[in-house]
T-cell receptor, first 117, second 112 residues
Framework: GAVVSQHPSRVICKSGTSVKIECRSL??????MFWYRQFPKQSLMLMAT?????????EQGVEKDKFLINHASLTLSTLTVTSAHPEDSSFYIC?????????????FGDGTRLSIL | SQKIEQNSEALNIQEGKTATLTCNYT??????LQWYRQDPGRGPVFLLL?????KEKRKERLKVTFDTTLKQSLFHITASQPADSATYLC???????????FGKGTKLSVIP
């Protein structure tokens, strides 16, 4: 149980393109979903927290107009990287949590490797 | 400032031995601490959660301890196997928050 599917797994595109990444909880309802970014040999950096039906909460330094997050249902959240540039190249990972309370583990997707040329 | 430190970036261990990984934190008051496993190019997988009022938690060959006085958690894998080779991440919350902050991880290599 607690499977999270993230698509696509890899994207290579030209600078200026907008890229949408989907995160789905397949067998549970995710009250809260999280979006992270990870650089090689670095920790997961939380970008934003999204709750179904409300606006995402972004971490300090993350541009909300650059990284658009939509959490339209209890099983789907999307991250759109708008007008992507080479510095946006990274490994993006989503996670989902049930219950919206603390002390619950997060269930992660397998990440999206984004490469902007 | 707040810090989570996983002391070893990499740890090599002989198959069959016990691997011990360390997670130290400063300026946090976590209600619980979690350990995850991450394989290359994959998302983390949840392993164990331990609460602030628990000293020790076990799951099969895994054992986690949590010392809130020392501000430290130890993660043990007994009878280690090459399949245990991966990066192990510790993560903790700020008390009452459902967001996690992750350490950089320790890359464990179990040598046959």
């Amino acid at each position: 149980g607690a499977v999270v599917s993230q698509h696509p797994s890899r994207v290579i595109c030209k600078s200026g393109t907008s890229v949408k990444i989907e995160c789905r909880s397949l067998d549970f309802q995710a009250t809260t979903m999280f979006w992270y970014r990870q650089f090689p040999k670095q920790s997961l950096m939380l970008m934003a927290t999204s709750n179904e039906g409300s606006k995402a909460t972004y971490e300090q330094g993350v541009e909300k107009d650059k990284f658009l997050i939509n959490h339209a249902s209890l099983t789907l959240s999307t991250l759109t990287v708008t007008s992507a540039h080479p510095e946006d190249s990274s490994f993006y990972i989503c996670s989902a949590q049930t219950g919206g309370v603390s002390n619950q583990p997060q269930h992660f997707g397998d990440g999206t490797r984004l490469s902007i040329l | 400032s707040q810090k989570i430190e996983q002391n070893s970036e990499a740890l090599n261990i002989q198959e069959g031995k016990t691997a011990t990984l360390t997670c130290n934190y400063t300026n946090y008051s976590p209600a619980y601490l979690q350990w995850y496993r991450q394989d290359p190019g994959r998302g983390p997988v949840f392993l164990l959660l331990i609460r602030e009022n628990e000293k020790e938690k076990r799951k099969e060959r895994l054992k986690v301890t949590f010392d809130t006085t020392l501000k430290q958690s130890l993660f043990h894998i007994t009878a280690s196997q090459p399949a245990d080779s991966a990066t192990y991440l510790c993560a903790l919350d700020q008390a009452g928050s459902y967001q996690l902050t992750f350490g950089k991880g320790t890359k464990l290599s179990v040598i046959p």
